[in-house]
């Protein structure tokens, strides 16, 4: 399944952005799958943000704990992650990916198989 990411942009320090990941096409599969954000900023590796799985279990890397929040439409397929207290470290291209259920949410790249282009968020000091 193909994934399209949006909502990224120019914040100030301290401001909020919601990034919002559709996938292209929406079926019974689309709603078991366990669902990531990864970001990657120029000349550093993709690293990873939050995940969720179907039944709603959240992991979140310790960098953006308490300021970030994934969350699931499960009537309509899209994945969120709710960007707070945004600092310049935090640019990046955001990247959704979508990998088979389990019952833990995944946080390595490797165990997904579907990835969206990404979206650019910019954070100004």
């Known amino acids: 399944v193909q994934l399209q990411a949006s909502g990224g942009g120019l914040v100030q320090a301290g401001g909020s952005l919601r990034l919002s990941c559709v996938p292209s096409?929406?079926?019974?599969?689309?709603?078991?799958?366990?669902w990531g954000w990864f970001r990657q900023a120029p000349g550093k590796e993709r690293e990873f943000v939050a995940a969720i799985t179907r039944s709603g279990t959240t992991r979140y890397a310790d960098s953006v704990k308490a300021r970030f929040s994934i969350s699931k439409d499960n009537a309509n397929g899209f994945v969120f992650l709710q960007m707070n207290s945004l600092k310049p470290d935090d640019t990046a291209r955001y990247y959704c990916?979508?990998?088979?259920?389990?019952?833990?949410?995944?946080?390595?790249?490797?165990?997904?198989?579907?990835w969206g282009q990404g979206t650019q968020v910019t954070v100004s000091s």
């Open positions: 990916a979508a990998g088979p259920f389990s019952s833990s949410p995944y946080s390595t790249a490797r165990e997904y198989n579907s």
């Open positions: 096409r929406r079926t019974s599969s689309t709603y078991k799958m366990n």
